[in-house]
């Protein structure tokens, strides 16, 4: 445990032009080599795709799509004796975002396409929709909770 005290927790800042902290929570992970014009750009280019594909608005199919990835497990490894064990352990919401998001632009990187713009909107379109590969990811987690439910396998943390 820390001498110092407690770290004070850190509240996301709103983004400038849709004052939604949510949207720059995506833009500070979309950014590569600290270049945040350049992640904007690619997230702004992404909604116009979104609100060309969808006719909707785009912030509430980044909500949407947010809101399905989102896990409310995680598995941590445990070590019993000489063995390790997966065991299920609850998150906040905070870190589920944050893992539904690293989930996202993970996805959308590893798509086919022409720029990081149309990979993203593909990917949040998907997965607003239920068919994108985080969702997949997430529904995984939970069948492997149940599983190891099945097993009572829990150890205390």
């Known amino acids: 445990m820390s001498r110092r005290g407690t770290a004070e927790e850190k509240t996301a800042k709103s983004d400038p ?9 995506l833009v ?3 950014l590569k080599h600290g270049k945040k014009i350049i992640g904007l750009s690619n997230y702004l280019s992404s909604l116009e795709k979104i609100q060309q594909k969808t006719e909707t608005n785009p912030l509430s199919v980044l909500r949407q799509a947010i809101r399905g990835v989102t896990p409310d497990i995680a598995v941590k490894a445990r070590r019993v004796g000489g063995s390790t064990h997966q065991v299920p352990i609850e998150i906040g919401s905070t870190q589920g975002k944050a893992l539904a998001i690293r989930w996202l632009l993970g996805a959308s ?11 993203l909107s593909s990917e949040l379109v998907d997965a607003a929709k239920g068919v994108a590969m985080p969702y997949a990811k997430r529904k995984r987690l939970i069948e492997w909770q149940r599983q190891i439910e099945r097993l009572h396998i829990f150890v205390n943390p």
Not at 109 to 119: E, V
Request: net charge positive.
């Open 109 to 119: 990187r590893k798509r086919p396409g022409r720029n990081m713009a149309f990979k």
């Open 28 to 30: 500070n992970r979309i």
């Open 17 to 25: 032009i849709y004052r939604n902290r949510l949207v720059n929570m």
